[in-house]
């Protein structure tokens, strides 16, 4: 996988883990209390409540939405001092998700999840497949037909794979997208439900970590020979690929 797709994936794995961190308080109190006890920086977490540098991505719904729900009032203050008084007016449901929002945005995206981000997903029982997709848009576009017909070895065997055999690299990404989203109306039942659960190996929080990022890479013995190609083959001249939109911002949350 490119580079830049393997940060987004990465991104976007880690904001699922937010998304369920800031949707439980009660884990979120938990989480900020041993980050201060044991120091500001732990494996996969940083007490700095905001924004990390790394790739950005198309934010997930639920995480956006749940942005959205925020009691923004406090932020009428004029001032640091007027801002804390709001803040501490409102409701303690108001506040606790305030505190479980900041604690979730201290997990830091990596390509790999450390020890302690698998083992907070495990205990919330954090399901990927669930809040995260692959889209023609997010990935099967973005992937070398080897990749796809990869996934569809692991979902459908050989034969699922033969069906498009002579299938452009256009019409492969959105035949995936379908298959995979479960719209495809021309797959069998069992096939379609592993589809549905599928996702990237990237995604998953109970893989061990690894050593090295080029678990996901391209590398010399990958099927296509010019992945580049492939990738563009089906883009009409002065067509781009769509951009990815930037992760949710401090501005975002203060607008």
Same mark, same amino acid.
């Given at each position: 996988?490119?580079?830049?797709?393997?940060?987004?994936?990465?991104?976007?794995?880690?904001?699922?883990?937010?998304?369920?961190?800031? $949707?439980?308080?009660?884990? +979120?109190?938990?989480?900020? %209390? @041993?980050?201060?006890?044991? *120091?500001?920086? =732990?494996?996969?977490?940083?007490?700095?409540?905001?924004?990390?540098?790394?790739?950005?991505?198309?934010?997930?719904?639920?995480?956006?939405?749940?942005?959205?729900?925020?009691?923004?009032?406090?932020?009428?203050?004029?001032?640091?001092?007027?801002?804390?008084?709001?803040?501490?007016?409102?409701?303690?449901?108001?506040?606790?998700?305030?505190?479980?929002?900041?604690?979730?945005?201290?997990?830091?995206?990596?390509?790999?999840?450390?020890?302690?981000?698998?083992?907070?997903?495990?205990?919330?029982?954090?399901?990927?497949?669930?809040?995260?997709?692959?889209?023609?848009?997010?990935?099967? $576009?973005?992937?070398?037909? +080897?990749?796809?017909?990869? %996934? @569809?070895?692991?979902?459908? *065997?050989?034969? =699922?794979?033969?069906?498009?055999?002579?299938?452009?690299?256009?019409?492969?990404?959105?035949?995936?997208?379908?298959?995979?989203?479960?719209?495809?109306?021309?797959?069998?039942?069992?096939?379609?439900?592993?589809?549905?659960?599928?996702?990237?190996?990237?995604?998953?929080?109970?893989?061990?970590?690894?050593?090295?990022?080029?678990?996901?890479?391209?590398?010399?013995?990958?099927?296509?020979?010019?992945?580049?190609?492939?990738?563009?083959?089906?883009?009409?001249?002065?067509?781009?690929?769509?951009?990815?939109?930037?992760?949710?911002?401090?501005?975002?949350?203060?607008?």
């Amino acid at each position: 996988l490119a580079a830049n797709l393997i940060g987004e994936l990465a991104a976007q794995r880690t904001d699922v883990l937010r998304l369920y961190i800031a $949707s439980n308080p009660a884990m +979120a109190i938990d989480i900020t %209390a @041993f980050l201060i006890a044991n *120091g500001t920086m =732990l494996s996969g977490f940083s007490i700095r409540m905001g924004e990390h540098s790394g790739p950005r991505a198309e934010p997930l719904p639920a995480y956006a939405e749940l942005i959205e729900s925020l009691n923004n009032s406090w932020q009428a203050g004029k001032n640091d001092v007027e801002k804390f008084d709001l803040f501490r007016q409102m409701p303690d449901e108001d506040r606790l998700a305030w505190l479980a929002f900041g604690t979730a945005r201290a997990a830091i995206s990596d390509v790999s999840p450390s020890k302690l981000q698998r083992h907070i997903a495990s205990l919330l029982e954090v399901d990927v497949p669930g809040q995260w997709r692959p889209t023609e848009e997010n990935y099967w $576009s973005r992937i070398s037909r +080897a990749h796809i017909f990869d %996934a @569809f070895d692991q979902v459908g *065997g050989e034969e =699922l794979r033969h069906r498009y055999d002579g299938s452009k690299k256009g019409i492969l990404a959105q035949t995936a997208d379908g298959i995979f989203s479960g719209n495809s109306v021309s797959i069998e039942p069992e096939i379609a439900q592993r589809a549905v659960t599928w996702v990237p190996e990237i995604m998953l929080f109970d893989k061990p970590n690894s050593d090295s990022d080029d678990d996901f890479a391209d590398g010399p013995d990958d099927e296509d020979e010019n992945p580049e190609d492939d990738l563009d083959a089906d883009i009409e001249p002065g067509e781009q690929q769509p951009d990815i939109a930037p992760d949710v911002n401090d501005q975002d949350i203060a607008a």
